[in-house]
């Protein structure tokens, strides 16, 4: 009997590593900065806000930088950068190690180390591999993060990154928001081979989610603050918030009912896919972390902007401004999605500010504006000069859908049109009833009880709440099926309905009836659970489809039998990471239901065509070169009922790929006389066999 690999444990222990190098890359340089500058006063500053500051400073400004300094410098001067920051730290903590005085921690100070430990815990065990002897089971958002990971590790062999699920006889340069994954490349080039790509990812959810609430507390601190007596208050019901979603939970458990009853595939993989998406902040974090990294600095853009506006010195302003301006044009990178929306709150909020003569916060916007579309033309430049690429308009007008309704209507025969749109239009209000829930109730009670005349902080954020679901309700993504605007564009309305919720839960806004604070309660209860069940079954999901409880997924495994493949191709693409060249091309068959999750997350390597119509060409490389690769690859892994060849010599001679993958999955493995059984393979076992098929595929 084969040895067991402890694959869980290697998962947990590499995602801890990683773990501890992410703040090199992100918080202590964020932190240098910050004390260099004076940021938000940043030297006068208690530790806690030095420590928050410098981790949200650290992600708006070090993916740019370092894409800046690599992509016209080189990778050693990437290096000499951090290597800067990380003395320039050591030099001011040493120093102020000597004088500081004694740190005390308060009751509410030890919660909030609870919950950063609470939620480490939670976001590692939600995306490392579960292992159960020799089966082995990646999450439900492994379908995500595989394909960040291959990102990472295109990014960590050099920046611009080159496209690593597609390669049509040349390397091709990606096409994508690729700039949180940069901190997560520079991790895996610091972990010398002992963290992995996936792990590095592992890593920057946990802190993205950290970032978070330390945006919450910097929010309070700097846009709201109401007196040192009220701010730990309200920034720890902040933080506490953002484990509450909305009210998915209800039709959850309606799926289970018809489970039950007997309907398959009532019990969907993730709370949020019975809808249009609005996913709660935990799950954007395990799913899409670049794109909670990309709120977070855009938000702290504006809290550049605001401490600069206030600042009585013109060079103090123009150092927020300046730095505000670096941040926006890495937002640009982080993500396109929710940087559109809150690049036109940002227009909108300089023109209010022109037109009611609030000077200094027109003039730091404008000076940021015009250091970010400088900083990122080379960025944008780079994407509209690469191969690839969707065409049509990127985005398209829209009535945000509510999928009973709209399901509803498909079954009498309408499908579109004006009387779908009139419907969505209509159901506006329930569909975000139930997507917000506890906050769409708080954001109400805020709203008929706000103060008159708004602060400028108040209209800031009123403005940006509007913005957000203006966009997200009306507009929609057209590149692909998947509506990122309004799934992701609405994380900025999402962040300011907390900040409002915080004020109607502490008595800011007047005190409670007792059966409004009982609904508040029950709105609050349901989006926990809300939380508690999403982070389970994407965790569970697969183990429960294996054991025949729930269904199974096509993209997953075509049978119950995920733990066991799974487990066989990870122990065969991580034999391949450590045996092949680092340059190696590998390829497996394209036929593949969305894509081939394991392939992303463990081999390390690049892949020659990723599925049967090089859906990847649309993110780098020339679609036109995509139909002579299959017509190869078809031959080699035909259709079920075809004869596959017996050899491989003439693949190898036609294609650019150095390893050749089969599966028992593929039609060819049932066929005796096929090449997956007359050669010999480099790697086998009893359900995946490697084959060479060109020199790099020994290292």
């Avoid at 401490?307 to 982080?334: F, I, K, M, T, Y």
């Avoid at 400028?456 to 679901?469: F, H, K, Y």
Wanted: proline share 7%; net charge positive; charged share 15%.
């Amino acid at each position: 009997m084969p040895p067991i690999h402890h694959f869980m444990l290697a998962d947990l222990l590499r995602s801890l590593l990683a773990v501890c190098l992410f703040p090199l890359f992100v918080a202590v340089p964020g932190y240098s900065l910050a004390r260099l500058l004076d940021l938000c006063e940043f030297r006068r500053r208690t530790p806690a806000f030095r420590a928050a500051l410098g981790l949200c400073l650290g992600m708006a400004v070090c993916p740019l930088a370092t894409y800046l300094v690599e992509r016209f410098g080189s990778a050693r001067l990437v290096w000499a950068m951090y290597g800067a920051a990380w003395l320039y730290f050591a030099v001011v903590v040493a120093r102020g190690w000597r004088t500081a005085r004694p740190i005390r921690f308060s009751r509410k100070d030890a919660v909030v180390v609870a919950i950063i430990l609470v939620w480490m815990a939670v976001a590692l065990f939600s995306v490392v591999d579960l292992q159960f002897g020799g089966k082995d089971y990646y999450p439900i958002s492994a379908r995500d993060a595989g394909y960040r990971a291959a990102i990472i590790h295109s990014l960590a062999s050099g920046i611009p990154p080159h496209n690593p699920f597609y390669f049509p006889g040349r390397p091709a340069l990606l096409r994508y928001h690729y700039f949180w994954m940069i901190p997560s490349a520079l991790v895996e080039r610091a972990g010398g081979g002992a963290i992995g790509p996936q792990h590095a990812w592992f890593a920057s959810v946990a802190w993205c989610g950290i970032g978070m609430m330390a945006l919450v507390a910097l929010t309070f601190r700097i846009l709201f603050y109401r007196g040192p007596e009220s701010f730990r208050r309200r920034a720890l019901t902040g933080i506490l918030l953002l484990g509450v979603t909305g009210l998915d939970i209800l039709p959850a458990s309606v799926g289970w009912i018809l489970q039950a009853l007997g309907m398959t595939r009532a019990v969907l993989p993730s709370i949020d896919w019975w809808n249009e998406q609005v996913d709660g902040f935990p799950s954007t974090a395990i799913w899409v972390a670049h794109h909670l990294a990309g709120l977070v600095v855009c938000m702290t853009v504006f809290l550049l902007l605001w401490e600069g506006a206030r600042q009585p010195a013109w060079s103090a302003r123009v150092r927020h401004a300046a730095v505000a301006g670096l941040a926006l044009a890495s937002a640009v990178g982080l993500s396109i999605h929710v940087t559109l929306v809150f690049g036109v709150f940002l227009a909108v909020w300089t023109l209010v500010t022109a037109a009611r003569r609030w000077w200094p916060e027109t003039a730091t916007c404008v000076m940021a504006g015009v250091v970010a579309m400088v900083c990122a033309a080379p960025y944008l430049l780079g994407l509209s000069r690469t191969e690839g690429g969707a065409s049509g308009p990127l985005l398209v007008f829209a009535v945000r859908p509510f999928s009973p309704m709209v399901t509803l209507l498909r079954s009498v025969g309408i499908t579109h049109g004006w009387r779908l749109s009139l419907t969505n239009l209509a159901m506006l209000p329930v569909n975000y009833f139930l997507e917000l829930g506890f906050f769409f109730a708080a954001g109400r009670l805020w709203w008929n009880r706000r103060p008159r005349p708004l602060s400028r902080a108040q209209l800031a954020a009123v403005i940006m709440l509007a913005t957000s679901l203006l966009i997200s309700s009306f507009l929609r993504s057209s590149v692909t099926w998947a509506n990122d605007l309004g799934w992701r564009g609405i994380l900025i309305a999402q962040f300011v309905l907390v900040l409002w919720a915080v004020d109607v839960i502490t008595g800011a806004t007047g005190p409670l009836d007792v059966p409004v604070r009982r609904l508040l309660g029950v709105l609050g209860l349901l989006g926990m659970t809300g939380v508690v069940y999403d982070l389970a079954l994407l965790r569970f999901y697969p183990v429960l489809a294996d054991r025949g409880v729930l269904s199974t997924l096509q993209w997953m495994a075509p049978d119950r039998h995920l733990g066991e493949r799974n487990y066989a191709q990870r122990e065969a693409y991580e034999w391949l990471a450590r045996n092949s060249a680092p340059h190696a091309r590998m390829q497996f068959n394209p036929d593949v239901n969305i894509q081939d999750t394991p392939a992303y997350l463990y081999a390390e390597r690049q892949i020659v065509a990723d599925d049967d119509r090089c859906r990847a060409a649309n993110v780098g490389g020339d679609p036109a070169m995509c139909a002579p690769i299959l017509a190869i690859l078809h031959q080699l892994y035909p259709a079920p009922g075809q004869p596959a060849p017996a050899a491989i010599a003439d693949t190898c001679r036609s294609l650019p790929i150095d390893v050749l993958v089969a599966k028992d999955t593929d039609p060819a493995w049932r066929d005796p006389r096929s090449w997956v059984w007359q050669e010999k393979p480099l790697f086998a076992n009893r359900m995946v066999r490697l084959f060479a098929c060109g020199p790099a595929a020994h290292r």
